[in-house]
């Protein structure tokens, strides 16, 4: 999915990673002491907040359970409470006038400071509690609502994120890699090769507008129940294959908000692959090749790898129902020449054509049959059953095998649109998908920014008197008051599976290191 670029944004005299916008309005934003790194930014920004000095200070290194329950304001605090320094914004309701869009700026900025899960984001590219390099080295980049697309932020800690975001109030932002050293002091550097991506999640990318040309409900970026099952499909058989086939554990699925979703693997072993394994691991999960005017886009060695051969598993009921039944990819005349093209035999293939051209209203499960009615009829003496099994699976892995951006996965410095972000086009979270209840998940029913933060005014108007959970003194969080709380505590899980197995692997490697004189 591409990144945001200013149309008209002047080049940056500085070295740009090929996975940046071709013209970035500008690469760095300010330091974390609030530097005047933005002079270069269009009069069109969004007003800058007053400078400021930031200093680290302890209570920003070092999170408890309990200060992570307090990472959401509440709505309702009372006064006094729910206060800020002077350089972000109040942690309090922001008023939306009645019309308020979800492009609007007041309404990401209150996203941001009243659900957006900055700790949660933190602890899970920091893989700790206690701030690290794994994220005070990793690559952010903001864009901004003028479309000004900023590159190489980083921070020392969750706070200092949720700070600048509040300040920017960005649009969108995107995660890259951890760097050898922080993104912000590569210009300092005396030699620019020792600035390198060394770590970072592997991903995946679905989008469908890759399948635009065997869906037939919708095109480009419209979707619809019924095409969203070929990214159920392609979610079970990644899922699967980096789960038995690579031992991967810990893998994130992401709505991306319109069309898509992504894979976020976040497994030590993952994040340490170099560009060469992540281009191979792409490549064993790259089955459908060639674009929309080439010939048979499946080509694979028999006997069927057993990775293929669960896949086809998996995906043989999806075939008969999500596509035959639901898609009708055969209706038309040149969509049944296409069919009649992938199979082996010009006898079989002649009496097929003949069948279908005298009922043209045939349906695509009528025809799907038809194949191996003739076949069994002996319309063809050279018919080859062996050659036609093999071919009848192939197009059913044309028709429902996981059509991946591999491009996205096979370098470190790929950047990806964080998790919990909201899409620019339709207003929809990009919310993490359960696994578990994949056939439930409903792309179309995922909340907008403008519905969540209805859905806090309506529970803050309707309350009258404390809830239930608040009679101990603790008050509901924001995100706990609307339909984004099952995503952030789903997510919220996740993290802390991670972390359970980090802390194995941290403390296995402090020991080794403690060895060393």
Request: charged share 30%; with cysteine; hydrophobic share 35%.
């Amino acid at each position: 999915m591409p990144h945001s670029v200013s149309p008209d944004a002047p080049p940056v005299e500085d070295s740009i990673l090929s996975d940046a916008p071709a013209n970035p309005l500008v690469d760095e934003a300010s330091s974390e002491n609030g530097s005047d790194d933005f002079a270069e930014i269009a009069t069109n920004a969004p007003p800058r907040a007053q400078k400021s000095n930031v200093t680290l200070k302890p209570e920003d290194l070092f999170m408890t359970d309990d200060e992570d329950d307090e990472e959401f304001p509440m709505s309702s605090a009372p006064s006094g409470e729910g206060k800020v320094d002077g350089n972000s914004p109040p942690a309090v309701s922001i008023p939306l006038a009645p019309s308020a869009k979800y492009s609007d700026p007041e309404v990401m900025l209150a996203f941001y400071q009243r659900l957006f899960p900055f700790r949660p984001l933190f602890q899970w590219l920091n893989h700790s509690m206690k701030p690290s390099n794994d994220f005070a080295h990793r690559e952010f980049a903001f864009t901004l609502a003028n479309e000004a697309y900023l590159r190489y932020l980083s921070f020392p800690s969750s706070d200092l994120l949720r700070k600048d975001v509040l300040r920017l109030n960005p649009a969108r932002f995107e995660i890259g890699p951890v760097y050898s050293t922080n993104p912000r002091d590569r210009k300092t550097l005396r030699k620019a090769s020792t600035f390198k991506p060394i770590a970072k999640e592997l991903v995946f990318d679905i989008d469908l507008t890759d399948y635009d040309e065997i869906r037939t409900c919708c095109d480009k970026a419209n979707i619809c129940h019924k095409c969203w099952n070929f990214v159920t499909m392609a979610v079970k058989v990644v899922d699967a294959a980096l789960r038995e086939d690579f031992g991967f554990e810990h893998i994130l699925w992401v709505y991306s908000g319109r069309r898509g979703a992504h894979a976020w693997i976040s497994d030590k072993k993952a994040r340490e692959m170099d560009d060469n394994k992540r281009r191979a691991l792409a490549g064993y999960l790259e089955v459908i090749k060639g674009g929309s005017q080439s010939g048979k886009k499946v080509n694979v060695k028999r006997p069927l790898h057993p990775h293929l051969v669960r896949s086809l598993d998996i995906l043989k009921d999806h075939f008969q129902t999500d596509i035959l039944e639901d898609q009708d990819p055969w209706a038309t005349p040149e969509k049944t020449e296409r069919l009649l093209q992938l199979l082996p035999d010009k006898g079989l293939t002649d009496a097929l054509r003949k069948k279908w051209d005298s009922a043209p209203g045939r349906s695509s499960s009528s025809k799907w049959a038809d194949i191996d009615a003739l076949a069994k009829a002996g319309v063809s003496r050279t018919l080859d059953s062996k050659a036609l099994l093999e071919a009848k699976k192939d197009i059913i892995l044309e028709y429902t095998y996981p059509r991946l951006d591999v491009e996205v996965s096979k370098k470190l410095i790929h950047l990806l649109k964080s998790p919990f972000v909201v899409h620019p086009k339709t207003g929809r979270v990009c919310v993490p998908i359960d696994t578990t209840r994949l056939e439930k998940f409903d792309p179309l029913g995922v909340p907008t920014v403008t519905e969540l933060l209805g859905e806090i005014d309506e529970w803050d108007a309707g309350k009258g008197k404390e809830e239930e959970g608040e009679a101990d003194g603790k008050r509901l969080q924001d995100y706990e008051k609307t339909s984004l709380r099952p995503y952030v505590e789903y997510f919220k899980s996740y993290v802390a599976d991670l972390l359970r197995d980090e802390r194995g692997v941290k403390r296995e490697r402090d020991d080794g290191d403690a060895m060393e004189f």
